[in-house]
T-cell receptor, first 109, second 114 residues
Framework: AQRVTQPEKLLSVFKGAPVELKCNYS??????LFWYVQYSRQRLQLLLR??SRESIKGFTADLNKGETSFHLKKPFAQEEDSAMYYC???????????FGQGTTLQVKP | NAGVMQNPRHLVRRRGQEARLRCSPM?????VYWYRQLPEEGLKFMVY????????ESGMPKERFSAEFPKEGPSILRIQQVVRGDSAAYFC????????????FGPGTRLTVT
């Protein structure tokens, strides 16, 4: 079965601390993985996707097929990073997204 | 480009009434996805449509729910005879191509069934 798991509902860190938001997936085939972010009072938007291998706003995510993980990392958290983060997997046929339950990142001053 | 538009933003219906949710995709996008977010849960895929065609409705409940994306006008998600369990946020997303391309999300419609 296709599934995305984000084990942490809430992650609270201090400004300047490293951040790692965990994401594990279950998928038979070659997955396309994404991180979407929703800032307060804004719509859900794409943060990054594994295929582009970019660093966006200091965030990176590496696909580890052996561990079936796609953890999101940032070395130094900023207060403006506080948001809800969703890991998602895309079905290759239709592009429909399978989301994790989301992790709220709270960056304290 | 105004982005994906959804209306209404908030909708209150009594049990047994019908709910109609509208989604206008981004200009130039012909692929529309609907997702539902129940309280305390992540977004769950419902249906994928192209103009005049339902491509994948594997996430749609078998009864009372239907969706369309006509040649002209917005995509409509219709829920007949709503029940309390239908209370949720309904999100629409659009993309320019089929497959694993970026999806652009609307602000969502929050449906409350009383």
């Amino acid at each position: 079965a296709q599934r995305v798991t984000q084990p942490e509902k809430l992650l609270s860190v201090f400004k300047g601390a490293p951040v790692e938001l965990k994401c594990n997936y279950s998928y038979s085939g070659s997955p396309e993985l994404f991180w979407y972010v929703q800032y307060s009072r804004q719509r859900l938007q794409l943060l990054l996707r594994h295929i582009s291998r970019e660093s966006i706003k200091g965030f990176t995510a590496d696909l580890n097929k052996g561990e079936t993980s796609f953890h999101l990392k940032k070395p130094f958290a900023q207060e403006e990073d506080s948001a809800m983060y969703y890991c998602a997997l895309s079905s290759s046929n239709t592009g429909k997204l399978i989301f994790g339950q989301g992790t709220t990142l709270q960056v304290k001053p | 480009n105004a982005g994906v538009m959804q209306n209404p933003r908030h909708l209150v219906r009594r049990r047994g009434q019908e709910a109609r949710l509208r989604c206008s995709p981004m200009k130039g996008h012909s692929h529309v996805y609907w997702y539902r977010q129940l309280p305390e849960e992540g977004l769950k895929f419902m249906v994928y449509l192209q103009k005049e065609n339902i491509i994948d409705e594997s996430g749609m409940p078998k009864e009372r729910f239907s969706a369309e994306f006509p040649k002209e006008g917005p995509s409509i998600l219709r829920i007949q005879q709503v029940v309390r369990g239908d209370s949720a946020a309904y999100f629409c997303a659009s993309s320019s191509t089929r497959g694993q391309d970026e999806q652009y999300f609307g602000p969502g419609t929050r449906l409350t069934v009383t």
